[in-house]
């Protein structure tokens, strides 16, 4: 008896860890007065680096590069005049910590450029004409891909020649240019980068006929830190139901990386997951995981379509999710292999149109695209051998609907837990994977309007939030808003802040 009882107790303390939560703390934060949102980064040294561009009515934008240190002490700043009408820009922090980059291509074709040295805190411009003909980002991403990647002090570029797919490759440093066109990759080829960091020896590009009935086949190519194509494109046979939608890289070695991402039996809906081992440019060796063989996959929807599953399931059939989802590199822990795809849906709105014909209003019924819903996080470990050992799942508390794929959740490693996290609107969530176990945190408020907020201040809108892992257990939090303050002078009642916050998760 005393042994059941004490079995009993293991029991439920263990079910009582597995959904314990993690407390979130604010242990330090900064509001800024800024016109217009701020995207943050952090520099392996722990430096905070702010990019944004200013708007000022009666005079041309400002751009603003700004460092603090972790205490949101301001250390060094560049500002310049950004005259150009963008149709394109973008800014990266290279792997060294020791440059960040800015780039702006204008209407005129013109490349204006900024290196930050993070070290001196100053800024070299360069202003140089586009490459003739070059169109950049031409619509070529696959879902969920990157049309511009920072590798190497060099920002590589998808676009167009003549309706052609390339790349143009721009050094930082030097203002050169270089265009790259793939042998075989014509005007019907979707074409995107795939997730790469600034170890790796080589940039991966995935391209396909995506207006062809019928994908075959799909090609991953090699390019070199100089733009040039390495050996020939591998193509790997579109098998039924599972053409590569989107695609990660992680490398193992110099010579050897991990190809992962969603499939489905189209270029969009996911019905799957696949894990493929490359090994100097050659296919090694291929696994691919359904969705019906998950777990928790399913368990986010409501009570309708689980019927619709278990109804499926009695007939031995499997059931379609149709939904999209957007992938992350492997990351290696615990002897284990681990991805993480986020799950999302189209979403649709009503809208009512009146026309008129002969004299008589006539009133339509529309459903109108009103961006993408994402549920839930799915988490799939497998082994060295790429065999499915289990798989995991955790809400996302996610406001935003984007219009476009966005990966909202980022990853990082502590010791030997892994931490998922993202910022959304004016939440913040995060959730831990250690001991076969996933712990969930309450979701944070990021604008708290009683602390955060004077009396006589009203919050008008979220510009945007963003998070980034900093050391240790802390978190960077960076938030863009407006308030309308009524005891402001007349004329000058709105205003735009900026908030810093740095915050503590504790086990």
Excluded at 143 to 165: A, E, H, Q, R
Excluded at 346 to 355: A, H, I, L, V
Aim: hydrophobic share 35%; with cysteine.
């Amino acid at each position: 008896m005393l042994l059941k009882q004490q079995l009993l107790f293991i029991g439920i303390f263990f079910l009582a860890l597995s959904y314990s939560t993690a407390q979130i703390k604010v242990v330090e934060e900064k509001k800024i007065e800024h016109n217009g949102a701020v995207s943050a980064s952090i520099t392996p040294d722990k430096k905070i680096i702010t990019y944004s561009i200013v708007s000022e009515k009666g005079s041309d934008d400002k751009i603003e590069i700004v460092s603090y240190d972790e205490h949101f002490k301001e250390e060094g700043r560049f500002e310049t005049k950004c005259a150009e009408k963008c149709i394109y820009k973008t800014n990266a922090l290279s792997g060294s910590g020791d440059y960040y980059f800015s780039l702006v291509i204008d209407k005129g074709k013109k490349i204006h450029s900024i290196v930050f040295n993070t070290e001196i805190y100053e800024g070299i411009e360069l202003h140089v004409d586009l490459e003739n003909k070059f169109e950049p980002n031409g619509n070529l991403d696959v879902l969920g891909g990157l049309s511009t990647v920072c590798f190497k002090n060099k920002f590589f570029i998808l676009g167009t020649v003549k309706k052609v797919p390339c790349i143009l490759v721009y050094n930082m440093l030097t203002g050169t240019q270089h265009l790259t066109f793939i042998p075989d990759m014509n005007r019907k080829m979707r074409v995107s980068f795939l997730s790469t960091d600034e170890s790796a020896p080589s940039l991966q590009l995935m391209f396909y006929n995506y207006k062809s009935k019928k994908v075959d086949v799909q090609y991953v190519a090699s390019i070199n830190e100089f733009g040039e194509m390495e050996g020939n494109a591998c193509p790997i046979v579109a098998a039924k139901g599972r053409l590569l939608i989107d695609g990660n890289v992680t490398w193992i070695n110099e010579h050897s990386y991990l190809l992962c991402g969603v499939s489905g039996s189209n270029s969009s809906i996911a019905q799957g997951m696949y894990i493929i081992e490359m090994k100097d440019g050659q296919l090694l060796h291929r696994n691919d995981y359904d969705f019906n063989d998950f777990k928790d996959f399913y368990s986010t929807l409501n009570a309708k379509t689980q019927k619709k599953i278990e109804r499926k399931k009695g007939r031995k059939k499997n059931f379609e999710s149709q939904c999209y989802m957007v992938t992350h590199p492997v990351v290696f822990n615990e002897n284990t292999w681990t991805v993480l795809g986020e799950v999302f849906y189209p979403t649709y709105r009503t809208e009512y149109r009146t026309s008129y014909m002969n004299g008589r209003p006539v009133t339509q019924t529309v459903y109108v695209f009103d961006g993408f819903a994402y549920s839930h996080a799915v988490v799939l470990q497998v082994s060295p051998e790429l065999e499915k050992i289990r798989d995991y799942a955790f809400n996302l508390d996610i406001f935003d609907k984007p219009y476009y794929p966005k990966k909202f959740v980022r990853i990082t490693q502590v010791e030997s837990k892994l931490n998922f996290y993202y910022a959304s609107s004016n939440r913040f969530g995060h959730a831990s994977l250690e001991n076969g176990g996933i712990i969930e945190s309450e979701t944070l408020s990021i604008m708290n309007k009683e602390e955060d907020l004077k009396e006589s201040e009203k919050l008008i809108s979220l510009s945007s939030s963003s998070v980034s892992y900093w050391y240790e257990n802390y978190y960077l939090i960076t938030e863009s808003f407006r308030v309308k303050d009524k005891d402001s002078s007349v004329g000058n009642k709105k205003k735009e802040y900026v908030q810093f916050k740095k915050i503590l998760i504790q086990q």
